[in-house]
């Protein structure tokens, strides 16, 4: 078999088990369903080049020539399709259905002379000689080739980071294979015995069937390390080095590919399978003896022998010090220090105790391995363990036998007698001020060696710094609990004195009614339904802002939901006020369309209660373009009211705060803006307020066109 041959079996087979791995993964992924199309064609191509070398009749060759070119007609297709959907696009229906249906025409047409006429033999197989349609094809072929390239250019730009990588990886695999599935064309563009490049002596080589290799190895490798194709792989550990080997291998088969096309002569089968044996004896080995050369940490007990691990632990504990400061949450940072302790100090236990601020209690905060979070009475103000610390100002305190600094004083003999009852070897202090709020109690290590200088120098270093962590965070948490307790109360001050006013005409009416034994009072009758609809109005609006949220995002057309907006808010105001609003025509933006329609048309009616009458409001929606590689919107409510005095400008948005105070029919409670910021800001934009007095207000929002994955994750609507 020849080098040509076998890379055509290779691309083949392997493409075959990856088309099938995806598909299997979830059958009824529109996404999968297309990348078995594109995966099946490139099988059949290869699989076709296989029995077109030298030793077919021309009969044969024929027959599996037109097999190659039904595989070539269907890749396309699966192709455009899979790109668009990896670039999160609509799928554009009536286009793909017309291209769907003249590739239909086009497979019909092999079993005719239309397509392909005949078969001719060159020095590396037979090749196709095309017909009429085939010419055809052609243009489709690099409509959409060319078409699923630019598709997924334009998403690479705007896309996050992890998928930017996934992205530029099926881009790379799709330029590569498709600049060399068009170098094979060559030979039928060019029908001549011994095919050549234009203006050079070089002879023609066939690259399609290495270039699948190359290509299959860059996607196999974006599925399994990136989740490419929304494939998330969840594998065994020797699965995991059968994987990781293979990969190995076959990259190894590539570069012999690609070698032997530009020497062809220098090689012959035994090399190649001696050199492929080699390589697979040395990854396999290296999978078992050096486990970190593949990014594991399994048995590595040989290599530890042979290079020890006081050079690379250092360097992780010394670069975890350093990001430290960017943690933003204890959960986050508890379960990477767990991964420093246990894999690289390789700590058999270790306890972190935190003081309850509001108890004035040490609590056990985590530990390994897990146990339960329980108050710890016997740590307080008093104990020794933390009578040392706050008096001796020592910077880590230790059992006898592994003690380094000698220290004779009671405080120090007391608390260590007291650290043994913990079972713990080292104890090292979280302070703040220079005064301890928690404790890091450490066991020995699970090798039973002893902890070396440059361990407890590590060890200091990462307490100190998680002190500053730790604090901070406990900070922010109690600010905000503060802040909410602060947001309840004057929540329920401004409850009570609205509820107060808008009850007390209705309970004077029942009063009256009551004492004069006579029917409702006609004048009192209407204020007490008004001020009872008010009450329900105002009772939704606070249980819309208190609850949680889960965005129902889709992609949709904005401008249709300003509009139904606008109308909205016109058959609800019976103001005499004429809306207009001004779009730039189609507007597709991923949101929530229900809280978005809420969102707009509660500005329309801001606006609509602070205009004078026979005034004109303008709802205006504008594309912003591209920032940060962000496409942006814009939607502007501009009103010709009395505006807003600069001193309410930065309360506007705060919930309760309202300047609608003309009277128990005009009068608002203060939620309607704040509900707004609310929900332009579950959907990662930002709303902003500009006033003139007496001409007018301007209200506008910014929203993303594309949404990040984790806005669909439940928020609360709280300040």
């Known amino acids: 078999m020849t080098f040509l041959e076998t890379a055509a079996l290779t691309a083949a087979v392997v493409n075959f088990a990856l088309a099938v791995f995806v598909f299997w993964q979830n059958p009824k992924a529109t996404l999968h369903r297309a990348y078995l199309i594109w995966g099946l064609g490139v099988v059949i191509w290869n699989g076709s080049v296989v029995f077109m070398g030298g030793g077919v009749t021309t009969s044969s060759a024929l027959i599996f020539a037109k097999l190659l070119q039904f595989g070539i007609i269907i890749a396309p297709i699966g192709l455009f399709t899979t790109s668009i959907l990896i670039a999160q696009q609509p799928l554009p229906k009536l286009p793909l259905g017309l291209f769907c249906g003249l590739h239909a025409c086009f497979i019909g047409s092999l079993f005719t002379d239309w397509f392909i006429t005949g078969v001719r033999r060159i020095p590396h197989g037979y090749w196709s000689i095309p017909g009429p349609l085939f010419w055809a094809y052609t243009v489709s072929y690099v409509a959409l080739i060319g078409g699923s390239i630019i598709v997924l ?3 690479q730009r705007g ?71 929304n494939v998330h792989v969840t594998l065994s550990r020797l699965v995991a080095h059968f994987i990781r080997v293979g990969f ?5 088969i590539c570069q012999f590919l690609i070698i032997a096309a530009i020497a062809p002569d220098q090689f012959n089968t035994i090399r190649v399978v001696c050199a492929l044996g080699v390589l697979t004896v040395s990854a396999v080995i290296a999978s078992v003896f050096f486990p970190r050369i593949f990014g594991t940490s399994g048995t590595e007990s040989f290599e530890r022998k042979l290079l020890g691990d006081s050079f690379e ?28 302790f246990v894999r690289s100090f390789r700590i058999e236990s270790y306890q972190i105790i935190l003081r309850d601020e509001l108890k004035s209690a040490f609590a056990r905060f985590c530990s390994y391995p897990d146990e339960p979070t329980r108050p710890l009475p016997e740590l307080h103000a008093q104990s020794p363990i933390l009578r040392y610390f706050d008096w001796g100002k020592g910077e880590y305190l230790a059992v006898r036998q592994h003690r380094v600094r000698l220290s004779a004083n009671t405080v120090e003999r007391e608390a260590t007698r007291q650290l043994e009852d913990f079972d713990a070897q080292f104890c090292f202090p979280l302070t703040s001020q220079s005064e301890p709020f928690g404790l890091l109690l450490v066991g020995k290590k699970i090798s039973d060696e002893p902890f070396t200088a440059t361990d407890i120098n590590l060890l200091v270093a990462l307490v100190k710094n998680m002190s500053l962590v730790v604090n901070q965070i406990r900070l922010k948490s109690q600010i905000g609990q503060q802040q909410e307790l602060d947001l309840l109360g004057r929540m329920s001050r401004g409850m009570a004195h609205d509820l107060n006013n808008l009850l007390t005409p209705v309970l004077t009416l029942l009063q009256l009614s009551f004492e004069t034994k006579e029917a409702l009072d006609d004048e009192l009758l209407p204020v007490a339904l008004r001020n009872i609809k008010s009450m329900q109005s105002y009772i939704r609006e606070a249980l819309f802002f208190s609850e949680n949220l889960r965005l129902d995002l889709h992609l949709g057309r904005l401008d249709l939901v300003v509009q139904r907006s606008v109308e909205l808010a016109r058959a609800s105001r019976k103001k005499e006020v004429e809306v207009i609003s001004v779009t730039p025509g189609e507007v597709l933006v991923e949101m929530d369309e229900v809280l978005m329609q809420r969102l707009i048309a509660n500005l329309i009616s801001n606006a609509i209660d602070a205009s004078p009458v026979h005034s004109q409001i303008h709802v205006h929606l504008e594309r912003l373009g591209r920032t940060n590689d962000t496409e942006w919107v814009r939607v502007r409510v501009v009103d010709q009211g009395e505006g807003i005095p600069k001193e309410n400008l930065n309360r506007i948005l705060k919930p309760y705060f309202t300047t609608k105070n003309r009277g128990d029919e005009a009068r608002g409670f203060g939620l309607g803006l ?5 929900i332009v800001n579950l959907h990662g934009g930002n709303l902003s307020i500009a006033s003139v007095l007496k001409k007018g207000t301007t209200v506008q929002f910014d929203l993303p066109v594309r949404q990040p994955i984790t806005a669909t994750t439940p928020v609360a609507l709280s300040v």
């Open 153 to 155: 250019y334009r998403a």
């Open 159 to 229: 896309a996050k980071s992890l998928q930017r990588i996934r992205i530029r990886a099926m881009l790379l695999a799709i330029v590569l294979i498709a600049g060399a599935g068009t170098n094979d064309l060559y030979p039928i563009l060019d029908p001549v015995d011994r095919p050549v490049y234009p203006f050079t002596n070089l002879p023609f080589y066939p690259l399609g069937s290495v270039a699948a290799c190359i290509y299959m190895t860059i996607v196999a490798y974006s599925v399994l390390q990136h989740t490419l194709l």
């Open 248 to 252: 190995v291998v076959l990259t190894g």
């Open 313 to 340: 632990y250092q360097d992780k504990v010394r670069k975890f010090i350093t990001v430290m400061p960017w943690y933003a949450d204890l959960d986050t940072l508890m379960k990477d220090l767990q991964d420093i």
């Open 674 to 678: 704040a509900i707004s910021g609310k």
